[in-house]
């Protein structure tokens, strides 16, 4: 199951928020195991707080075995609430994304889940580059979660149900959807964006009436409709409310005004190439897009992707 195995980044000083233990009451239902990552990027602003003097490496030495005491000190209060969760905990040197992605291969997780929210950050809802770093490069699924982490009770899937290339990638996006959903008992809301891209031109040079136009949007979106329900055959017998809805408009201005509409707590996206709606490859419109978006994010990659990070050994 895709929940079994979690790895928890925790910044340095970071406190145990309510959004996180959402996510531990999560993975307390699915009996997960939980990894508290910490990552130490630099010992500047370390030494200037705890005033150390001596080599680097007894500084280096110093704040890993004061982070440990700190994870293990997390992990104590969290046993306590969440039985079924077996933790465990790691410290680690280096850039935070790709020690994150480093570690996630070592042991095997199913799932990245970052707090990626911060105080300095301008608005509530903005993502920093350690989380987009980590969706672009990471073959493991990235959960980042909402500083306003709500009950999970609505959550939207979208798919690119145009390109038949892409149809073993939505059921596997569709299977997660489900999974998850499953395990929190959300509702689930499977949806697609898509316009007419030659509309101009059938008006212009095509000779297409308004009526013309308007028929072959409403051919187009049963078309997108049926491939959604296809989509969900599968799951004809499960017991969870699922709803299909197809938008009309550019993905980057329909679909987050969707998933606002619609109050989701939770937005389940791809990640795998450069058109479509599953094109979330995290460039600069992607990006914006996800930053306008205040619930949680869930991005998933391809099965032949791979990290660039761990092919090339970073």
């Not at 493991?140 to 899937?157: E, G, K, N, R, Y």
């Not at 009309?248 to 987050?256: I, N």
């Not at 005004?257 to 619609?262: A, G, P, R, T, V």
């Amino acid at each position: 199951m895709l929940f079994t195995r979690l790895l928890v980044p925790i910044a340095p000083e970071q406190p145990i928020n309510d959004a996180l233990h959402q996510v531990f009451s999560f993975a307390n239902t699915c009996s997960s195991h939980v990894t508290l990552l910490l990552v130490i990027k630099e010992l500047a602003e370390y030494k200037d707080i705890y005033h150390l003097s001596g080599t680097t490496l007894d500084i280096l030495e110093h704040a890993t075995r004061f982070y440990q005491d700190s994870l293990k000190n997390h992990v104590q209060a969290l046993e306590k609430r969440y039985p079924n969760i077996k933790f465990n905990t790691k410290v680690r040197v280096g850039i935070p994304f790709i020690e994150i992605i480093k570690e996630s291969d070592e042991l095997k997780s199913s799932m990245i889940v970052i707090d990626c929210h911060r105080e300095d950050k301008q608005e509530p809802c903005q993502r920093g580059c350690n989380t987009f770093d980590l969706m672009r490069k990471s073959q493991v699924p990235i959960w980042s979660i909402s500083t306003h982490f709500d009950s999970l009770s609505q959550v939207v899937a979208a798919v690119d149900v145009t390109n038949h290339d892409y149809q073993d990638f939505n059921i596997k996006l569709v299977d997660l959807a489900v999974g998850f959903c499953s395990a929190v008992g959300a509702r689930l809301v499977l949806c697609h964006a898509w316009r007419l891209e030659s509309e101009g031109y059938l008006r212009n040079r095509g000779g297409y009436t308004d009526i013309d136009i308007a028929l072959l949007s409403q051919k187009m979106r049963d078309e997108r409709i049926a491939r959604l329900n296809a989509l969900l055959a599968k799951h004809d017998n499960s017991s969870l409310t699922i709803q299909t809805q197809v938008l009309e408009g550019e993905t980057r201005d329909v679909l987050p005004q969707f998933i606002s509409d619609s109050q989701a707590n939770l937005v389940i996206l791809g990640s795998m190439s450069r058109s479509g709606i599953a094109g979330f490859v995290m460039g600069n419109t992607a990006e914006s897009m996800i930053n306008k978006l205040e619930c949680s994010v869930i991005t998933i990659k391809p099965d032949t992707f791979e990290s660039p990070i761990l092919m090339n050994k970073v």
